[in-house]
């Protein structure tokens, strides 16, 4: 089963995608860009940095723009052909309010005529290959299986679904039920993506869905970095090694991040996000001790003591 790296805004950049990929192998088949966006009628340039072929060297990556009409679709995707990229995801998953209010990820799975823009938009770009990243809905899991004429039509080489409505944002339960639907009535190559969190679960969703394209693992990795590994690998890592691999990963992007970034403030605000999903592997104590420190002193002593 084909593994990627869901896009996680504020934690996969280039560095971290470059620096895992080197800790654990070649364990993801794609890593998936956080989206590009506008930003007063422009990509952003670290946006566009980010997925640049020189920082993402000896990786696949697919880039993902996030986009409310068609023409933020055509500036962002001539945006990602001047970086020499030929496949490109268009994100319509993502939950949070400041994109959803707006038309953009999940808020726009109500438009239907916006979706079919873009979709036929997509034609006009012959030389580029695309790719869907979606929830079943903003509010309701039959959005998503209402869309279904349009994606079946569109030139399209898989969706990714996640099982949830962009109003529950991560909370909740994924939704296997309105997933089924979804599936059964899908034309397209469709990759699974939500809560898979051990190699296990790779196994199980890939037996109860045997025509999947591959799985897609976001948060998962970020709490358990090694799970690509093990799956690939059939074997199951001991609390001690996944540690030391993941620190060797943290010291990786340490070292990085100290050479790019501006002073100590702007290095503890960015090295502190590596732990958000990490609790459940250090243990309560030391991932509290990370958190709380207020100084690069403090903080290297924390690391050091797990």
Excluded at 156 to 174: A, C, S
Excluded at 211 to 232: C, T, V
Excluded at 260 to 281: M, Y
């Amino acid at each position: 089963m084909n593994i990627s790296f869901a896009p996680l805004q504020g934690y996969t950049d280039a560095a971290y995608r470059r620096f895992h990929n080197q800790v654990y192998g070649d364990c993801i088949d794609f890593y998936y860009t956080p989206f590009i966006h506008l930003h007063n009628g422009e990509p952003r340039h670290r946006d566009i940095r980010d997925i640049e072929p020189g920082n993402n060297q000896g990786i696949n990556i697919v880039p993902q723009i996030i986009c409310r009409d068609a023409n933020e679709f055509h500036t962002l995707v001539n945006a990602v052909i001047a970086t020499s990229h030929t496949h490109i995801d268009i994100n319509m998953g993502c939950p949070f309010p400041p994109q959803s209010r707006k038309g953009r990820g999940s808020g726009l799975l109500v438009h239907p005529d916006t979706v079919s823009e873009i979709a036929t938009a997509i034609d006009q770009y012959p030389q580029l290959t695309f790719s869907i990243k979606m929830r079943l809905g903003l509010d309701n899991p039959q959005q998503a299986i209402d869309l279904l004429p349009i994606f079946n039509q569109a030139r399209l080489t898989h969706i990714t679904m996640h099982p949830r409505i962009g109003t529950q944002q991560y909370k909740g339960t994924v939704d296997m039920q309105s997933f089924a639907r979804f599936m059964a009535k899908c034309e397209k190559p469709v990759i699974y993506n939500g809560d898979i969190t051990t190699p296990e679960q790779i196994d199980i969703i890939a037996e109860q869905y045997p025509n999947l394209h591959g799985i897609m693992i976001g948060r998962g990795l970020l709490a358990r970095p090694s799970l690509a590994l093990e799956y690939k690998q059939g074997i199951t890592l001991g609390q001690e090694e996944q540690i030391e691999r993941m620190l060797e990963l943290h010291s990786l992007l340490y070292e990085h991040y100290s050479t790019v970034l501006q002073g100590d403030a702007q290095l503890l605000t960015k090295v502190k996000t590596f732990w958000d999903h990490l609790e459940s592997l250090i243990g309560h104590k030391p991932h509290k001790a990370i958190k709380k420190a207020t100084s690069i002193a403090k903080y290297n002593a924390a690391v050091q003591a797990i």
